[in-house]
């Protein structure tokens, strides 16, 4: 065992991929968690259970953390706080990117160094590799030079950029796209099914659907339009879709499911038109979002 050695603080489902990635890959590998049990696997392949966090800290100079929040990574080091001089945290956990800056200042206050990852892919994909395959990372470039290549047994890398706050915009970027989208598809699913018609029966549709997505972002320019805010109208204006998108939600109230989010889409698209984007295409929904909720 001479790859390298380092420390996993946190367990929870992706906290242990990555132990175990790294402990494949020939790894010294020292864990912590809050429920020490959920090690037992892992020690079982040669892992070390720190029995305490301060422990877990002082072994390894640096420390990766897995944890639900940024809050927790304060709580969880509290006791620990006086060995992280000198250490480098890479910090894997979701959060917001302003929690992240100041999550930045508070190690660079413990004179601790600091790095914030957005991992892209679920547990199973940890030690794999494949273009879909990476996670965001930001902080000081010198630092995550240092990392890059023990870094890369998890994921490839995608440096964003010195400011803290870039790996968690990406990251939550994906996400927020994420969330709608699939909240969107089971809308979807959830109506099939309202008629009796099974999710398996319409997966071939929404798969040759889902085709147009691309075609949705590079040849309807979202891009450019939404960079340069002009909407062209010609082919689908927006008051042709406020009505598509009451169209669902009527379709959602006669099949008595949730119409949350087609409500949502309705508002927004119906803000559109207030608005002034009547006659703009799909892309001014833009505008809308781009403003908080009045
Ligand atoms: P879990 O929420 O399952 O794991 C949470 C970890 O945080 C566990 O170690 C848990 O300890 C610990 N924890 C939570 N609250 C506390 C607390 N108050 N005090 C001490 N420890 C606490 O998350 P995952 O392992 O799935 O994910 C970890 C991070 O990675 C998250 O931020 C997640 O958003 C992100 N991520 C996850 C992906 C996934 O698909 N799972 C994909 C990409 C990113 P205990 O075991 O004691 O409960």
């Known amino acids: 065992k001479d790859a390298g050695a380092l420390t996993v603080i946190g367990l929870g489902p992706m906290g242990r991929a990555m132990a175990a990635a790294y ?17 037992a696997q892992l020690i079982e392949k040669g892992v070390v259970l720190a029995p305490d966090i301060t422990a877990a800290v002082k072994a390894n100079e640096l420390l990766i953390i897995s944890l639900t929040e940024y809050a927790t990574m304060y709580s969880v080091l509290e006791p620990a706080k006086a060995e992280l001089k000198g250490k480098t945290i890479v910090n894997m956990s979701s ?10 200042d508070w190690a660079a206050n413990l004179g601790a160094y600091f790095l914030s990852g957005g991992i892209m892919v679920p547990p199973p994909y940890i030690g794999q590799e494949g273009p879909e395959i990476y996670t ?30 870039l790996a968690m915009l990406y990251y ?7 969330y709608a989208s699939v909240a969107g598809l089971l809308h979807a699913i959830a109506l099939m099914q309202s008629a009796g018609i099974t999710a398996a029966a319409f997966e071939p549709y929404l798969h040759n659907f889902m085709q147009f997505m691309p075609v949705l972002l590079a040849e309807s320019a979202t891009s450019r339009e939404t960079d340069e805010r002009t909407y062209s109208g ?8 406020r009505a598509g998108t009451e169209h669902v939600l ?14 949502m889409i309705f508002n927004l698209s119906d803000a559109a038109v207030a608005q002034g984007f009547g006659k703009s295409g799909i892309n001014s929904l833009i505008e809308v979002l781009r403003k908080p909720v009045m």
């Open 136 to 165: 965001f990372y930001s902080g000081k470039k010198t630092i995550f030079d240092r990392y890059q290549a023990v870094l890369s047994v998890m994921t490839a890398t995608d440096f964003r950029g010195e400011d803290p706050r």
């Open 250 to 263: 009527k379709a959602s109230r006669e099949a008595g499911i949730n119409t949350t989010l087609p409500e």
């Open 23 to 39: 402990l494949h890959k020939g790894y010294q590998v020292t864990v912590w968690n809050r429920t020490p049990e959920k090690a």
């Open 172 to 178: 939550q970027g994906l996400l927020d796209y994420m």
């Open 234 to 241: 010609a082919e689908n204006n927006m008051v042709m879709l």
């Open 95 to 104: 959060d917001s990117p302003g929690t992240v800056a100041a999550a930045a």
